[in-house]
């Protein structure tokens, strides 16, 4: 069964740092280059970091030099680290494959950063 589980998100001070992580299916991990992605409210959901195909990451220019993204292949886990974070980084974060179709979402962790 395809499964995502997010944890590691909270409430943090501007300029603080969180390590979110996203344990996934065997069957999704071994297979699919993942990304993560976050949502707020009235908006859609974007991705801000992703693995390709090659193991280069990707970044958007929001977070480039603040964020990263890295994996633990023996533990199915792909982790976001988050430095020096900003108010504007408020969001629900998900993690899913990171091209092509998604497969079902799991339920987010909320990361809320207070100026």
């Known amino acids: 069964q395809v499964q995502l589980v997010e944890s590691g998100g909270g409430r943090v001070q501007a300029g603080g740092s969180l390590r979110l992580s996203c344990a996934a299916s065997?069957?999704?991990?071994?297979?699919?280059?993942m990304g993560w992605y976050r949502q707020v409210p009235g908006k859609e959901r974007e991705l801000v970091a992703r693995?390709?195909?090659?193991?280069?990451?990707e970044y958007v220019d929001a977070v480039k030099g603040r964020f990263t993204i890295s994996r633990d292949n023996a533990k199915n886990t792909v982790y976001l680290q988050m430095n020096n974070l900003k108010s504007e980084d408020t969001a629900v974060y998900y993690c899913?494959?990171?091209?092509?179709?998604?497969?079902?979402w799991g339920q987010g962790t909320q990361v809320t950063v207070s100026s």
């Open positions: 065997s069957s999704i991990f071994s297979r699919r280059a």
């Open positions: 693995f390709t195909y090659s193991g280069t990451t």
């Open positions: 899913n494959v990171a091209w092509g179709p998604s497969v079902p």
